[in-house]
């Protein structure tokens, strides 16, 4: 009964055509939410210490002389990862990476937040 | 037959509003650096190739590296032979002769053959390893053919340029106003909205835009400060992060000052112009980095007077503090 009723409505052309319109939406969806860039916030003892830019593959070690944490973030193909931490647990390397906004990797023991938030400007001069 | 037409029509509307709602953004490379180009709208990926070529076609005529360009003929000439130059270079040439002359010779298109001297144009700087500053002999041999006054004569009506007598070794390069010059008119092609930044010379086209001003030193935070750029503005930013090296822990940096032959030494480490022609904006950039705050406002204020531009700029010192002049609506990070 249902599946004459939309035949009835629809022939096989239109739900072609029907197809073919959901996945162009899905695909402006997908690519419009990239362009939204966004970046990643590197908090150390609830203070901001580094932003990535979430598009640009990158290593930041925060074994420095102003931070000495043993404590790899790494940004690749659009996510954000804790590769390296001498936590005993490791919760933060066993993380999924983070892309979207809001996402969030902590590390407890080393006071370290991993935070994605959108980009507050659209380019940089 | 009707539920069925009106329920493609609102697909086909869906889809439509959702299609020229989104925006886009492409990469290219040219001059030398990267042009991003944000889009909102359909048509967005065709105008942005041809925005791409043009800029391509832009860079053939205005690079002094490329054979055959306005300026490579120009820099080759003999003294006194005129080369016919292209609209775009006379167009040029003519924004450029204006700055050149309000800001007394701190912007000057024929510092080339200086630029070349310290290693600083785009084909060597990157080849060229273990930098050192030239000599002072070498500084003053180059000197002696700038001053775009005295080294060219320009015809605007036979559309010419011709080096005078006694400047053979002069050269032009429009390394510090073509980016801006080339993004200007590219926004002539976007009916829409749309953000085109050619390495940090950035225009904004039917909608505001927040842009940020890049760190000129290390720093925490991914920019400096930021502020609302309008339709229509574009900026430039000059900085001695750009392009410099280090020498006997010495920054030697790439905006030299046409007056001692040197990397400009005037307080200023980072100037960002904004106004409505992109490549005063360019060169203003550029003349307030070697005239320093102090001239550098008055320059502004004098350009304010005789044109309509609206110059706004932000001034970063040595000590990183800021200036903002005009209302930009500056807020530092």
Known sequence: MKNKLLKDIFKKGDILLVLVLVVAVILTAVFATRTADSFVEIYVDGVLAFQLDLLKDTTLDLNTTSYKIDLIVTVKSGKAYVTHSDCPDKLCVLSSGVSSVGGLIVCLPNKVVVKVTPKEVDAIS | ?333
């Open chain 2, 1 to 333: 037959m009707r539920t069925k037409s009106v329920l493609l029509i609102a697909i086909i509307l869906i889809s439509i509003v959702s299609l020229t709602a989104c925006s886009s953004t492409e990469q290219f490379f040219v001059f030398g650096t990267f042009l991003d180009m944000t889009v909102e709208g359909v048509s967005g990926g065709k105008v942005t190739r041809e925005v791409f070529t043009y800029m391509e076609s832009l860079e053939t005529l205005l690079s002094p590296t490329v054979e055959g360009s306005d300026l490579h003929k120009i820099n080759n000439a003999k003294a006194g032979d005129s080369v016919k130059c292209s609209a775009e270079t006379m167009e040029l040439l003519s924004i450029v002769e204006v700055i050149f002359d309000l800001s007394d010779g701190a912007y000057d298109p024929s510092i080339y053959p200086l630029v070349r001297l310290w290693n600083f144009s785009g084909d060597k700087f990157s080849q060229i390893e273990g930098k050192t500053p030239p000599t002072d002999e070498d500084i003053a041999t180059a000197l002696s053919v700038v001053g775009f006054d005295k080294a060219f004569t320009i015809d605007h009506v036979a559309g010419t340029v011709t080096k005078n007598v006694g400047y053979d070794g002069a050269m032009l390069d429009f390394g510090g106003v073509a980016k801006g010059y080339a993004v200007d008119k590219a926004m002539d092609n976007f009916d829409g909205k749309a953000l085109v930044n050619l390495g940090g010379n950035i225009g904004a086209k039917g909608k505001e835009y927040t842009i940020g001003i890049g760190n000129p030193r290390e720093s925490a935070t991914p920019y400096f400060g930021s502020f609302t750029l309008s339709a229509g503005e574009l900026i430039s930013t000059s900085g001695d992060y750009e392009r410099f090296f280090t020498y006997e822990g010495k920054r030697y940096h790439h905006i030299l000052s046409p007056s001692t032959g040197k990397p400009s030494d005037s307080g200023l480490i980072s100037v960002s112009v904004v106004c409505t022609n992109g490549a005063v904006g360019d060169a203003l950039s550029t003349a307030i980095m070697v005239l320093g705050a102090e001239k550098g406002k008055a320059l502004i204020a004098r350009i304010n007077d005789e044109f309509d531009l609206n110059v706004k700029a932000v001034l970063i010192s040595t000590d990183l503090t800021y200036e903002v002049v005009g209302d930009l609506g500056f807020v530092k990070k």
